[in-house]
C-alpha cells in the first residue's frame, strides 16, 4: 500500500524528566521564548497536513501545563507515558487503532525540526524498501572507544563507519509494535525504534539530517533557539465605491472599499509580503498572481497560505509592527478591534502586535484620500 493513502500517526514521548538537565521543571516545559519546547515541537506535526493524528504520553506535570489552545485538539491526544521512552512509545502504540498505519516517532525535546523535514521522511519511505527510516549525521568529531568507568581510551575509531541516530524515525504500527513487544517482554528498552526494530530482524536505512535538529539534554543546547529573522512587506490600494475598508480581517465602517483583486486587506498583505521576504519566498504577487484562482480571495485565507510555507521553513511568526497610512477613515478609532482581528487569524498574542495610524498630510494620493497603505515588519523565529 502507498504510504500516501495510509493512516499516519506522530507520537511524541514526552513523559521523561531529563535528570541531565538539572532543573526542577521538565525539560519540556522549559521555555524558548513565547512558547515551551513540547509546544514547539507539536506544531511542527500539527501543521503538517499529511499527519493525521498525534499521540503525546506524558506524565502528569506536562499534561497539567502544556497549553494545547493554539492547536486542533481533535488531532492531538495525551495519553499516560510509561516508566522508560520505549514503555511510552510502547502505550502509544496500543492507542493506534489502524495496524497499517505509519508511525513516526519523534523527540519531544527535538522543537526544531520542519514540517518540510516531516513530509521529506514520509516521502522517502514511501521510495524505499526498509523497515525503519531514520534521520541522521555524520560524526564529525574524533570517535574513540572508552572504558566508561575510567574513561580510559580503548582506541580511536574510524568515524566514517558511524551516523548520529535522530528522530523522526518512521516504519509501520504493526512492526514496531510487535518489535517492541518483544524487546520489552526480554526486559530490553531500546533506545529509539530503529534498535527495536533491529532486535526484531527488521532492516533500517538513514537519510541525511540536519545539525539543527538536535536534542535539547543540557541547559547548553538552549542557544540553538538563536536563529531569528526579520521582514518588511508593503501593500496599497485606491479607494472605490463599497461599505468599508478590510484592514487586518476587520472591516472598518466606510463609504468606499478597496479596488483589488482580492479582497485589498493591505495590512494582511503587507504582513504576507514581510514574513515571505524575511525567508526569501518571493511576495504576494509571486505566490498569488492576478489569476482567476485568486480572485475575491479573502486574506486571511492568503495568511493562512502563506504561512504554511513559513512553518515548512521551520519558523514561527513571534511578533508584527503595523502602519497603516491615510486620511479617511481615523484607523485609531477601531485600533483594538483591528489589533484582535490580527491576533485571531495569526495566533500570535495581542502583545505582540503593534499598530499605528498615520496619515499622508494632504500629500499624494493617500493624502487626497483616494486610497491607503500599510508598512509591515515582522519577527520570525526558527
Same mark, same amino acid.
Not at 65 to 78: A, F, G
Not at 153 to 159: A, N
Given at each position: 500500500?502507498?504510504?500516501?493513502?495510509?493512516?499516519?500517526?506522530?507520537?511524541?514521548?514526552?513523559?521523561?524528566?531529563?535528570?541531565?538537565?538539572?532543573?526542577?521543571?521538565?525539560?519540556?516545559?522549559?521555555?524558548?521564548?513565547?512558547?515551551?519546547?513540547?509546544?514547539?515541537?507539536?506544531?511542527?506535526?500539527?501543521?503538517?497536513?499529511?499527519?493525521?493524528?498525534?499521540?503525546?504520553?506524558?506524565?502528569?506535570?506536562?499534561?497539567?501545563?502544556?497549553?494545547?489552545?493554539?492547536?486542533?485538539?481533535?488531532?492531538?491526544?495525551?495519553?499516560?507515558?510509561?516508566?522508560?521512552?520505549?514503555?511510552?512509545?510502547?502505550?502509544?502504540?496500543?492507542?493506534?487503532?489502524?495496524? =497499517?498505519?505509519?508511525?513516526?516517532?519523534? @523527540?519531544?525535546?527535538?522543537?526544531? !525540526?520542519?514540517?518540510? $523535514?516531516?513530509? /521529506? +521522511? %514520509? *516521502? =522517502?519511505?514511501?521510495?524505499?524498501?526498509? @523497515?525503519?527510516?531514520?534521520?541522521? !549525521?555524520?560524526?564529525? $568529531?574524533?570517535? /574513540? +572507544? %572508552? *572504558?566508561?568507568?575510567?574513561?580510559?581510551?580503548?582506541?580511536?575509531?574510524?568515524?566514517?563507519?558511524?551516523?548520529?541516530?535522530?528522530?523522526?524515525? %518512521?516504519?509501520?504500527?504493526?512492526?514496531?509494535?510487535?518489535?517492541?513487544?518483544?524487546?520489552?517482554?526480554?526486559?530490553?528498552?531500546?533506545?529509539?525504534?530503529?534498535?527495536?526494530?533491529?532486535?526484531?530482524?527488521?532492516?533500517?536505512?538513514?537519510?541525511?539530517?540536519?545539525?539543527?535538529?538536535?536534542?535539547?539534554?543540557?541547559?547548553?543546547?538552549?542557544?540553538?533557539?538563536?536563529?531569528?529573522?526579520?521582514?518588511?512587506?508593503?501593500?496599497?490600494?485606491?479607494?472605490?465605491?463599497?461599505?468599508?475598508?478590510?484592514?487586518?480581517?476587520?472591516?472598518?465602517?466606510?463609504?468606499?472599499?478597496?479596488?483589488?483583486?482580492?479582497?485589498?486587506?493591505?495590512?494582511?498583505?503587507?504582513?504576507?509580503?514581510?514574513?515571505?521576504?524575511?525567508?526569501?519566498?518571493?511576495?504576494?504577487?509571486?505566490?498569488?498572481?492576478?489569476?482567476?484562482?485568486?480572485?475575491?480571495?479573502?486574506?486571511?485565507?492568503?495568511?493562512?497560505?502563506?504561512?504554511?510555507?513559513?512553518?515548512?521553513?521551520?519558523?514561527?511568526?513571534?511578533?508584527?509592527?503595523?502602519?497603516?497610512?491615510?486620511?479617511?477613515?481615523?484607523?485609531?478609532?477601531?485600533?483594538?478591534?483591528?489589533?484582535?482581528?490580527?491576533?485571531?487569524?495569526?495566533?500570535?498574542?495581542?502583545?505582540?502586535?503593534?499598530?499605528?495610524?498615520?496619515?499622508?498630510?494632504?500629500?499624494?494620493?493617500?493624502?487626497?484620500?483616494?486610497?491607503?497603505?500599510?508598512?509591515?515588519?515582522?519577527?520570525?523565529?526558527?
Amino acid at each position: 500500500m502507498m504510504s500516501r493513502n495510509r493512516y499516519k500517526v506522530a507520537i511524541i514521548p514526552a513523559a521523561g524528566f531529563g535528570t541531565r538537565f538539572s532543573s526542577d521543571t521538565p525539560k519540556q516545559l522549559i521555555r524558548l521564548k513565547d512558547v515551551s519546547i513540547i509546544e514547539k515541537t507539536i506544531s511542527a506535526f500539527e501543521f503538517c497536513d499529511q499527519i493525521d493524528e498525534i499521540i503525546i504520553p506524558t506524565n502528569d506535570a506536562v499534561r497539567q501545563q502544556v497549553n494545547l489552545s493554539n492547536y486542533n485538539r481533535k488531532k492531538i491526544k495525551l495519553i499516560p507515558g510509561g516508566d522508560t521512552r520505549a514503555e511510552s512509545v510502547y502505550q502509544a502504540l496500543k492507542e493506534v487503532i489502524d495496524e =497499517e498505519a505509519l508511525v513516526i516517532v519523534h @523527540d519531544a525535546v527535538r522543537p526544531f !525540526i520542519s514540517t518540510a $523535514e516531516i513530509v /521529506k +521522511l %514520509i *516521502d =522517502e519511505y514511501e521510495k524505499r524498501n526498509a @523497515d525503519i527510516l531514520v534521520y541522521g !549525521i555524520p560524526v564529525y $568529531e574524533s570517535l /574513540k +572507544l %572508552i *572504558d566508561s568507568e575510567t574513561l580510559e581510551i580503548k582506541k580511536s575509531v574510524d568515524r566514517n563507519e558511524y551516523y548520529l541516530a535522530q528522530t523522526p524515525q %518512521i516504519t509501520s504500527a504493526k512492526t514496531l509494535f510487535e518489535a517492541y513487544g518483544q524487546s520489552l517482554s526480554n526486559n530490553f528498552f531500546p533506545s529509539d525504534e530503529c534498535e527495536a526494530v533491529e532486535r526484531y530482524g527488521g532492516r533500517g536505512e538513514f537519510i541525511p539530517g540536519s545539525r539543527k535538529n538536535i536534542k535539547i539534554t543540557v541547559p547548553e543546547d538552549l542557544v540553538a533557539d538563536k536563529e531569528q529573522l526579520i521582514g518588511n512587506g508593503f501593500d496599497s490600494h485606491r479607494f472605490c465605491k463599497g461599505d468599508g475598508l478590510l484592514i487586518g480581517g476587520f472591516k472598518v465602517p466606510y463609504k468606499f472599499s478597496f479596488e483589488a483583486h482580492s479582497d485589498g486587506d493591505i495590512v494582511l498583505h503587507a504582513l504576507i509580503d514581510s514574513m515571505l521576504g524575511a525567508l526569501n519566498l518571493g511576495d504576494i504577487g509571486t505566490n498569488f498572481p492576478s489569476t482567476e484562482e485568486w480572485r475575491d480571495a479573502p486574506g486571511r485565507k492568503l495568511f493562512s497560505l502563506a504561512y504554511q510555507k513559513v512553518r515548512n521553513e521551520g519558523y514561527k511568526l513571534l511578533q508584527f509592527d503595523v502602519i497603516v497610512i491615510a486620511e479617511q477613515p481615523k484607523m485609531s478609532e477601531y485600533r483594538e478591534e483591528i489589533i484582535r482581528s490580527l491576533s485571531e487569524i495569526t495566533s500570535v498574542p495581542e502583545k505582540n502586535i503593534g499598530f499605528k495610524a498615520k496619515t499622508a498630510e494632504n500629500m499624494g494620493f493617500i493624502g487626497n484620500n483616494e486610497g491607503a497603505a500599510a508598512m509591515v515588519i515582522s519577527r520570525l523565529s526558527r
